[in-house]
């Protein structure tokens, strides 16, 4: 195995720390995924890092101001789904960190909110 050495900013060394475990797969992932040709390049502003990529990209889509066909059809990305299910794993096996509780109730309340935003949808199609 190769000891590989990055230089990153201390905001973004923080967030990695509760993934520090998971670093080589998360890279093979992200080398997957750069492989894959994107038709929509997700933006970063830099005053929400701090917001998890899940509340972003729902963010993003609201802020296109979707049809009601298309709220009631949207679904969180492949990536997004596969980092729930990563959550919800460990929560069964009691191993969640507090950063990954947090991470897991904004999943909880985006579910909630799209719940009450697909019902409002359906009714404006009905």
Excluded: C
Excluded at 16 to 32: A, F, G, I, K, Y
Excluded at 64 to 72: H, N, R, Y
């Amino acid at each position: 195995m190769v000891e590989f050495t990055i230089q990153i900013p201390d905001e973004l060394a923080e967030r990695l720390e509760p993934l520090q475990n998971r670093l080589p797969e998360l890279l093979w992932r992200l080398v997957d995924v750069v492989n894959i040709p994107i038709t929509i390049q997700p933006t970063v502003n830099h005053e929400t890092t701090n917001i998890p990529a899940v509340y972003q990209e729902v963010i993003d889509f609201l802020i296109q101001g979707p049809k009601p066909e298309e709220i009631i059809n949207f679904k969180v990305s492949f990536q997004s789904q596969t980092r729930l299910q990563e959550l919800l794993e460990k929560n069964r096996s009691t191993t969640l960190s507090q950063i990954e509780l947090a991470e897991l109730d904004v999943y909880e309340q985006l579910e909630q909110m799209m719940i009450l935003l697909k019902a409002r949808a359906y009714s404006a199609i009905s």
